[in-house]
């Protein structure tokens, strides 16, 4: 048998997604010939229109999520359509699991190992069983099973695509705002949608400042619209400094994609919007809470994405017994600067040469 038509599944949020972009990628590498689907929330799924490694976007709608029966309906009505030679649950929840109960004859039915999926998947990975490894590593266990259709040619590189045309217009719609494309462009992600992953307001504002002194830079600051307000507050409190571009609003993925390729680093809270930086080969560090796990959320060894976090100043034994928020307290400023500084100075001599 020669895999002609694959189904990856990834429901949940842009990060996660993002990062399992890298099973379609190996699968175009392993077989070029191969069809890909790739199943995704509605919400996101713009991110991935035009990848190359994607052949086509299946969206399940919120309302589709949230009715069993409405997505039932369509679960099975997609697996009657289709041929799948390959199904891979990437989750293996009970609800995923549909899509291979609607197709038994499936060669391959492949999850990641659960207690309940036996009789569902005929091929069941242990890829949660190496805490060491990262998230794509992970992702790419899963192929496993297909080593006996050919030879694999895996790829760690998760990449987004936009075209020349978008990334165009958004570079002129920036030009609009005031940007200046031959200074260095720093995007900031200094809040985060859920508030206790967002390190002291206090300390990032100083970090934010020294950019703007030590570089001259430009900071777009990137947030929902639910963080609207404390982005306005911050921005208020730098006394509206003119380096710092809050209106140049990326009101899509796909914006933000040509926003984060315009520019020359990425700084921030950890979250989606790193994925994407990652995605589109920007630089950057990002901050991530203590109960984050790494290096499974920061994949790659490539030092022009890093993370820093209070366990890379303080052993466990010196946090035992504090809790999150206080473990989070004790990542100070000089450390995330004398972490960021060097990674800046590159990317800013880098811009410089341009």
Do not use: F, I
């Given at each position: 048998m020669s895999v002609k038509k694959v189904l990856v599944i990834r429901f949940r949020r842009i990060g996660d997604a993002v990062l399992s972009v890298v099973i379609c990628s190996s699968i175009r590498k392993s077989f070029p010939e191969a069809e890909i689907h790739y199943v995704l929330n509605d919400h996101i799924a713009p991110l991935f229109e035009n990848h190359p490694d994607i052949d086509k976007i299946i969206t399940f709608s919120d309302e589709e999520n949230n009715h069993f029966f409405k997505y039932l309906r369509k679960v099975r009505q997609l697996m009657k359509t289709e041929r799948y030679d390959v199904i891979i649950d990437t989750r293996a929840t009970i609800k995923t699991l549909w899509f291979s109960a609607f197709s038994l004859r499936t060669k391959y039915r492949i999850g990641t190992s659960k207690f309940y999926n036996h009789f569902f998947h005929n091929y069941r990975v242990r890829n949660h069983v190496n805490d060491d490894l990262d998230e794509v590593m992970r992702n790419l266990l899963l192929l496993q099973?297909?080593?006996?259709?050919?030879?694999?040619v895996m790829t760690t590189d998760f990449r987004l695509y936009v075209t020349?045309?978008?990334?165009?217009e958004f570079r002129k719609y920036m030009e609009q705002k005031g940007i200046n494309l031959s200074r260095f462009i720093v995007v900031c992600t200094p809040f985060t949608r859920v508030a206790r992953k967002a390190w002291d307001m206090a300390k990032m504002k100083e970090i934010l400042s020294r950019i703007i002194q030590r570089y001259d830079a430009q900071l777009i600051f990137n947030?929902?619209?639910?963080e609207k307000a404390a982005a306005l507050a911050l921005y208020e409190e730098m006394g509206e400094d003119e380096h710092i571009f809050i209106d140049i609003e990326a009101d899509s993925l796909r914006k933000l994609v040509s926003m984060l390729q315009t520019a020359d680093f990425f700084f921030g809270n950890e979250g989606g919007p790193r994925h994407i930086a990652q995605a589109c080969h920007l630089p950057g560090l990002a901050i991530y809470p203590p109960w984050v796990e790494l290096p499974r959320w920061l994949p790659s060894n490539d030092l022009r994405y890093q993370s820093v976090s209070p366990f890379d100043m303080f052993s466990g034994q010196v946090t035992e017994g504090r809790t999150e928020k206080e473990v989070f307290d004790l990542l100070t400023v000089e450390y995330v600067w004398e972490r960021l500084q060097p990674m800046m100075d590159e990317a800013f001599i880098r811009k410089a040469k341009l």
């Open positions: 099973p297909l080593e006996r259709e050919g030879t694999l020349d045309q978008e990334t165009t947030y929902s619209r639910e």
